[in-house]
């Protein structure tokens, strides 16, 4: 027996209403340009809309002009998706919060997840969104998720509820120990300044 290896995230399919509510919040909302447009080959009824999140990836929604927004919360019993993320830069980050506001957006404010911060708001369909923005940049050759696993590692090891910058920062020390070379014979913390 053998695997099916994921590379990534191909794209993820939503069920939206209308064409407009769904090019009206992908884009005019967060900014993921409308890329193309097809009618759903498994339904002729339906139009397929294409965003591009920002990586390259795909947000793909169904729609049909029959259907209408209901702002109702989707639902979040096993096996239904909870909410989806999305990577913001730290510059947009910071200006989330008013720029839903002079929406008049509900949303949750700013969430401290330790290794990141968060703000939780509802698309027109009653779908959970989250703005997610990281607190460090992984080291080059690195990806977050190795900063994540290693900094994993030390929290389980101190014996620490949840994972914290001290932990991150301590994580991206080790992960450069482990793939950069030096010629110094002992790597460990040091005094240049001879203080007592």
């Given amino acids: 027996m053998r695997k099916l290896q994921s590379q990534g995230v191909h794209h993820i399919t939503l069920v939206g209403a209308d064409r407009q509510t769904s090019i009206d919040f992908w884009e005019g909302i967060l900014g993921m340009p409308f ?32 259907r209408k927004p209901d ?26 919060v008013e720029r839903l ?4 957006i509900k949303h ?35 990806s977050h998720a ?3 696993m290693e900094a994993h590692k030390i929290r389980v090891a101190r014996g620490d509820y949840a994972i914290t910058e001290v932990h991150l920062a301590d994580a991206i020390e080790t992960l450069i120990e482990r793939s950069r070379p030096t010629l110094s014979a002992d790597r ?6 001879g203080s007592p």
């Fill in 35 to 66: 890329v193309f447009e097809q009618p759903n080959l498994d339904r002729a009824s339906e139009s397929h809309l294409y965003f591009d999140p920002g990586d390259g990836r795909l947000i793909t929604v169904f729609t049909d002009e029959n």
């Fill in 71 to 96: 702002p109702k919360r989707t639902p979040t019993d096993i096996g239904c998706v909870h909410h989806i993320a999305f990577a913001v830069s730290r510059a947009t980050f910071q200006q989330a």
């Fill in 146 to 148: 190795e900063v994540l």
């Fill in 188 to 193: 460990s913390p040091k005094d240049p300044y």
């Fill in 101 to 104: 506001t002079e929406r008049e």
């Fill in 108 to 142: 949750s404010g700013v969430k401290d997840r330790g290794f990141m911060d968060s703000i939780y708001f509802e698309d027109p369909l009653g779908l959970l969104i989250e703005l997610a923005s990281y607190r460090f940049e992984p080291p080059a050759g690195h």
